[in-house]
């Protein structure tokens, strides 16, 4: 059974990073075509999907966040991570990592995380 969990600071104030990291058990973040995701829910509006790692390493991003959106893995871990430069409190959001064996087809979901950009 695969499991993912969020983790990383609740409250972040604006202008700085916010940083969040994904650990995965039951799988691992080097298996074949397979994509690691992050998406983020701010509340009252739908999905928006951040950007993804892939199995290789590869990463891929949301052309309106790409300028301050950085992915990478801790394979030694089983850990992918989101750093979101610059933030605003449009950022407000819960966060969530997910896992993809097709792009923005997702089979499992940690549960999420609330993160608050405020002063």
């Known amino acids: 059974q695969v499991q993912l969990r969020e983790s990383g600071p609740g409250l972040v104030k604006p202008s700085q990073t916010l940083s969040l990291t994904c650990t995965i058990s039951?799988?691992?973040?080097?298996?074949?075509?397979?994509?690691w995701s992050w998406i983020r829910q701010p509340q009252g509006k739908g999905l928006e999907w951040i950007g993804a790692i892939g199995y290789d390493g590869s990463t891929y991003y949301d052309p309106s966040l790409k300028s301050r959106t950085s992915i990478s893995r801790d394979t030694s871990k089983n850990q992918f991570t989101l750093q979101l430069n610059a933030v605003t409190p449009e950022d407000t959001a819960v966060y969530y990592c997910?896992?993809?064996?097709?792009?923005?087809?997702?089979?499992?979901w940690g549960q999420g995380t609330q993160v608050t950009v405020s002063s």
């Open positions: 997910a896992r993809a064996p097709r792009f923005y087809l997702y089979d499992y």
């Open positions: 039951g799988g691992s973040v080097t298996t074949n075509d397979l994509f």
